[in-house]
Nanobody, 122 residues
């Protein structure tokens, strides 16, 4: 089992920056990637960026310009630095951990945090 706790969301003005954090606990050696998603009001949950344990960082189209994902393996954490925020970035931001396909890691492949609300006012 893996537990994820996000933090850092809040209400900001257009043009501001914000840094989200996600800390993993539990069977952290099972984590193969840590990923940020966001869910806009009334919309589906979309991938923002991914930081694999072994492999290059990946950004969804249009996210790379203003968003930066980073990972601190020693702290079992992943961060999302967001700059030049706009009202259309208003969403709940979720952290997801992908788990290894190994018997010791259990049947779950994905673990989700509870989400953190980011609201950008114009």
């Amino acid at each position: 089992q893996v537990q994820l706790v996000e933090s850092g969301g809040g209400l900001v003005q257009a043009g501001d920056s914000l840094r989200l954090s996600c800390v993993a606990s539990g069977d952290t050696t099972c984590i193969t990637a840590m990923v940020w998603y966001r869910q806009l009001p009334g919309d589906q949950r979309d991938l923002v960026a991914a930081a694999p344990r072994d492999g290059p960082i990946f950004y969804a189209a249009s996210m790379k310009e203003r968003f930066t994902i980073s990972r601190d393996t020693a702290k079992n954490s992943v961060y999302l630095q967001m700059s030049s925020l706009q009202p259309e970035d208003t969403a709940v931001y979720y952290c997801k951990a992908d788990a290894a396909l190994e018997p010791r890691c259990g049947p779950n492949r994905d673990y989700w945090g509870q989400g953190t609300q980011v609201t950008v006012s114009s």
